[in-house]
Structure formats: structure tokens, C-alpha cells
């Protein structure tokens, strides 16, 4: 993907079609046709079904909190400065010793470039996630988003998601399911707005970095 502006623009978005994987017993994408030019219509009308989790989202406290904000109440400058991409050294994970040497006053937007990712058409309930220690570091910090290439910030099996709660009440932002794995680890400029959704418990989002920021 690239800018007029002479700085490339990296696509970081999961795409989205029939072979697009979910969490496992979520909606999947689907695609009905209601007009089609082959078929004589004037233009070509399409109706999308799925999860607002499927693909790269972004989740709303209103996912894992009854009382939480739904997604209209993003607050949308922390999706679009400058950030950066971290590749993590743990095997499951994001733990605090990954975020040892990151300026975390400066740095305030983190995407995390993991070693057991999931890809839009590949899924593994060994996932990476966000250790407990390392989201405790991320509130204290007060950074304003961070991103993951895997499905959940908690892992698989975790009914209290406490990363989650962790960090929603801290305020911070987060997006799963990006697509890192052509990135070099690095600082860019990070676009990546969520859709504005009445009472929506996640949106899905089309991310995109900038380089040179």
C-alpha cells in the first residue's frame, strides 16, 4: 500500500472473507448477493454477516463489563499517532520483562509483534497473550493503546479475563487480530479507526501504518 504523500502505508488489517477464522463458536463471515450486474441489476449490492470480532477489532469495555462503554464512546485520538511495534521475546506472550528498555512515557501507543500468532485463515488455542504483570505495568504507565496479532489479550481458556478488565480500567485501547508479521519492528505512524457502532460490544477496525512519522 502506498501514500501520496511519499511515506509507505503498511496495511496491518486482518482481511475479511469465508475463509476469515473466529473464535470458535462465533459468527463467521458471510456474504449474500441481493443484486448482481451478471444477473441484469444496474449495480452490484452485497449483505455482510459476523461477529464484530471477526478480523482485526477493537473491543469495547461493554464486551466484558455490563456497565462498560459501548464503542461510540472510543475516544478516537488514541488510534491515530505515533506508536510502535515490539517483538516480543516471551514464548506465550506479552510479560513485563518484554517491556524492559521501552520508554513507556514516550512510547504510548504499542503493537506487539508475538511468536505464536493467529492469521486470518489459521487458528491455535495456544495463542499469545498478556500476562497479568505485564498488563499491571501497561495501567500504571497510562499508554493509550496497544495491539496484539492474536484473537484476545487474555488467553484462551481465561474466564475472568483480567487483562481485559485490567487495562479497561486503566483507560487504555486496545486492537486484536492485526497482521504483523511483514512489519520490522520499529517506530511508525499508526491509523487504525474502529467503526462507530450504537451499543456495539467490539468494531471491527482497517489499520494501517506510516512510516517516516
Given at each position: 500500500?502506498n501514500?501520496?504523500?511519499?511515506?509507505?502505508l503498511?496495511?496491518?488489517?486482518?482481511g475479511?472473507?469465508e475463509?476469515?477464522?473466529?473464535?470458535?463458536?462465533?459468527?463467521p463471515?458471510?456474504?449474500?448477493?441481493?443484486?448482481?450486474?451478471?444477473?441484469?441489476?444496474?449495480?452490484?449490492?452485497?449483505?455482510?454477516?459476523?461477529?464484530?470480532?471477526?478480523?482485526?477489532?477493537?473491543?469495547?469495555?461493554?464486551?466484558?463489563?455490563?456497565?462498560?462503554?459501548?464503542t461510540?464512546a472510543?475516544?478516537?485520538?488514541?488510534?491515530?499517532?505515533?506508536c510502535?511495534?515490539?517483538?516480543v521475546?516471551?514464548?506465550d506472550?506479552?510479560?513485563a520483562?518484554?517491556?524492559?528498555g521501552?520508554d513507556l512515557?514516550r512510547?504510548r501507543?504499542?503493537?506487539f509483534?508475538?511468536?505464536r500468532?493467529?492469521?486470518a485463515t489459521?487458528?491455535?488455542?495456544?495463542f499469545?497473550?498478556?500476562?497479568?504483570?505485564?498488563?499491571r505495568?501497561l495501567?500504571?504507565s497510562?499508554?493509550?493503546?496497544?495491539g496484539?496479532?492474536t484473537?484476545?489479550?487474555?488467553?484462551?481458556?481465561?474466564?475472568?479475563?483480567?487483562?481485559?478488565?485490567?487495562?479497561?480500567?486503566a483507560?487504555?485501547?486496545?486492537?486484536?487480530n492485526?497482521?504483523?508479521?511483514?512489519?520490522?519492528p520499529?517506530?511508525?505512524?499508526?491509523i487504525?479507526?474502529?467503526l462507530k457502532i450504537?451499543?456495539?460490544d467490539a468494531?471491527?477496525v482497517?489499520?494501517?501504518?506510516?512510516t517516516?512519522?
Amino acid at each position: 500500500m502506498n501514500s501520496t504523500d511519499g511515506n509507505a502505508l503498511i496495511d496491518i488489517s486482518q482481511g475479511l472473507s469465508e475463509s476469515t477464522v473466529v473464535w470458535p463458536g462465533d459468527t463467521p463471515f458471510t456474504r449474500e448477493w441481493v443484486m448482481r450486474i451478471a444477473e441484469g441489476a444496474s449495480c452490484n449490492v452485497s449483505t455482510l454477516r459476523m461477529s464484530v470480532h471477526c478480523g482485526t477489532h477493537s473491543d469495547a469495555p461493554y464486551h466484558f463489563d455490563e456497565k462498560g462503554d459501548p464503542t461510540e464512546a472510543f475516544d478516537l485520538d488514541a488510534f491515530i499517532g505515533p506508536c510502535r511495534v515490539v517483538e516480543v521475546r516471551s514464548e506465550d506472550g506479552v510479560h513485563a520483562s518484554d517491556l524492559e528498555g521501552i520508554d513507556l512515557a514516550r512510547d504510548r501507543r504499542l503493537l506487539f509483534k508475538t511468536r505464536r500468532p493467529c492469521t486470518a485463515t489459521t487458528w491455535r488455542d495456544d495463542f499469545s497473550f498478556v500476562g497479568v504483570d505485564a498488563a499491571r505495568l501497561l495501567a500504571e504507565s497510562k499508554i493509550l493503546l496497544f495491539g496484539l496479532d492474536t484473537p484476545s489479550i487474555d488467553p484462551m481458556e481465561s474466564k475472568t479475563l483480567e487483562a481485559h478488565h485490567i487495562l479497561a480500567n486503566a483507560g487504555i485501547r486496545w486492537i486484536e487480530n492485526l497482521e504483523l508479521s511483514h512489519v520490522t519492528p520499529g517506530h511508525y505512524e499508526l491509523i487504525a479507526l474502529p467503526l462507530k457502532i450504537a451499543g456495539g460490544d467490539a468494531a471491527p477496525v482497517r489499520a494501517v501504518l506510516r512510516t517516516n512519522p
